[in-house]
């Protein structure tokens, strides 16, 4: 009885906040200016090559089995707002709404309103590119991890919705509706190249150890549904 009840409380964050009730009109359509059908195989064999390396990296023999990330990387969290009676999704406080991967369920439960949460990028190949699963996200007060795909995008007039403000493709510089400004990973110019000033982006860590770890973050560009690797300068 207790579980039951956890589960409708968790559900009624839902019926009590305004997340649940945006408008599509509030949002934007993740992947609206996805990549050409090269250029994501393009990306998808640069990409393999940095799954390969980063396999050969020493870690832990419990984080690998589990693939989970590890946790000693500078944190950048969001906040979890919910999740739905089903475990099959939630919300963190920019309003994007997440799928859950199928067998996460029990996992997620454990989570609370408001619990910090990292996003990283999924070191399972197969889940990425074949269920779409492309991102993790680490509850660092549990220490657990879930598959996650984002299903709608950031509310745009949520007060926690970074938007791109400007871009310097030549010295591959960012500035975020929030004023900082980022320095992004040159080698991934082709995909900055197609970024435009209004789109939503969602800041999300790049774990020590794993892919070009000179960069501490990914900013995540909702519209293209595409990251790249950077560092906060101010």
């Known amino acids: 009885m207790q579980t039951l009840t956890k589960y409708f409380t968790i559900a009624t964050i839902f019926l ?41 990296k020493e870690l832990s023999p419990t984080i690998y089995d589990n693939q989970y990330p590890p946790l000693v990387f500078n944190h950048y969290t969001h906040n979890l707002v919910g999740i739905s009676v089903l475990g099959d999704y939630l919300i963190i406080e920019d309003g994007s709404q997440w799928n859950i991967k199928y067998g996460s369920s029990k996992a997620a439960f454990s989570w609370k309103e408001n619990d ?76 900055l190249m197609k970024w435009i000033a209004s789109d939503v982006v969602i800041i999300g860590t790049n774990p020590k150890g794993w892919f070009n770890n000179s960069y501490e973050n990914i900013l995540i560009n909702v519209n293209m549904l595409q990251e790249i690797k950077a560092n906060r300068v101010e």
Not at 36 to 47: A, F, G, P, V, Y
């Open 16 to 56: 009590t906040t305004t997340f649940a009730f945006a408008n599509d009109a509030d949002r934007i359509e993740v992947g609206s200016r996805a990549l050409t059908e090269n250029e994501k195989k393009e990306l998808l064999e640069q990409e393999k090559k940095e799954f390969l390396s980063s396999e050969k």
């Open 116 to 191: 910090p949460i990292m996003i990283v990028k999924n070191n399972s190949f197969y889940s990425s590119y074949f269920n779409g699963y492309g991102y993790k996200m680490v509850n660092t007060r549990t220490g657990s991890a879930i598959e996650v795909k984002l299903h709608l995008s950031p509310i745009l007039d949520n007060p926690y919705t970074l938007q791109v403000a400007a871009i310097n493709p030549t010295t591959s510089e960012v500035i975020l509706s929030d004023n900082s400004l980022w320095q992004l990973d040159p080698s991934q110019k082709k995909i």
